[in-house]
């Protein structure tokens, strides 16, 4: 299987809408990626005497982009913990953001912190911190994500309300912390990285696109041999149908849909489970075109469903073959065969 979100516009989105010299960002299908240090809308404020401001570093290796950001005091020894009215009182950076699709969207910061004391920062929108404003890292001398408010296991949100242009606002806590991302998501489940029990919290509701749903009938006689009371002939289902019944999926408490293979299949209607691909560089008419599939997947992670491809990487259609001499006998690499 392979997650179908790799193909959202056509392979896994890339930082995009990054304005590297204001921290101008969009989210695009409710996700938003920032590089720490692409903004420059910052304000440095005084702390006993001592001025913090968030800097640009690039030091400490692992980080991506071209580097991150530190809250930093100007003598480069002071280490210093704001506690209360972080708003007024402690270093600011600003990460301009425009958001399409309003509604809640999780926190995710990419940070290194060298123990538990300079491990904390502060989360804010349009200058006004947000519920639970606080997240520490909980794993110190490396990169790190995190997403839980301070001490408990309360994930950290934003409320966009309606669609337009907001600020994000990160302020000092602990002196020193290294921040190097920052991802916003719609996605509850969501995992910045992969572990052994990101797949065990799945609920995985497994659909043979065929026979799910017929939500475009245009496409059923692609082949001209569909027949719904046949049971080894085409149905009509297709991913427009799928994505029809998404509310329903999501109700049923299921995180992950697995769709069965995307392929192009032309052996006729017998071949409705996409198991005998006779053509790898094209999507199965039968099931609408690429762009039908595109949305599913979009409007899936817009409530936080992952999408599953069934890809079958050992074997196409017996349709798929070639005329040369020992056909079909293995050939050792680099030998091969001229397919038809």
Known sequence: MNLCRSILPIYFISFMG??????????????????AESSINRTARTLGGVSYAWTNAADTPGFSGSG??????????????????????????????TF???GTYYVWIRGFAGDASLAGVYVGLNGSSVANPRIDLQQFNAWAWANTAAGSTNLVTLNIPSAGTYTLNLWMRDAWLDIDRILLTRNPNFSPVADVNFWRNQSIYQIITDRFFDGDSSNNNFYGGASPSTGNKTHGGDWKGIESKLDYIQALGATAIWISPVLKNAQGDFDYHG??????????????????????????QKRGILVICDVVVNHGSTWVDSGDT??????????????R
């Not at 691909?277 to 409007?299: I, S």
């Open 18 to 35: 990054i304005g590297v010299g204001l921290g101008q960002v969009s989210e695009i299908n409710g996700v938003v990626r920032i590089e």
């Open 68 to 97: 991150y950001i530190e809250a930093y005091p100007a003598n480069d020894t002071s280490t210093n913990t704001v506690t209360s009215s972080w708003e007024t009182t402690s270093p600011q950076i600003n990460y301009t953001v």
């Open 275 to 300: 198991y005998a691909a006779t053509d790898f560089y094209n999507v199965d008419p039968r099931f609408g075109d690429l762009q039908d599939l595109q949305r599913l997947v979009r409007e899936a």
């Open 100 to 102: 399409s699709n309003p």
């Open 326 to 339: 020992n056909w079909p006998n293995f050939a050792a690499p680099p030998g091969g065969y001229n397919l």
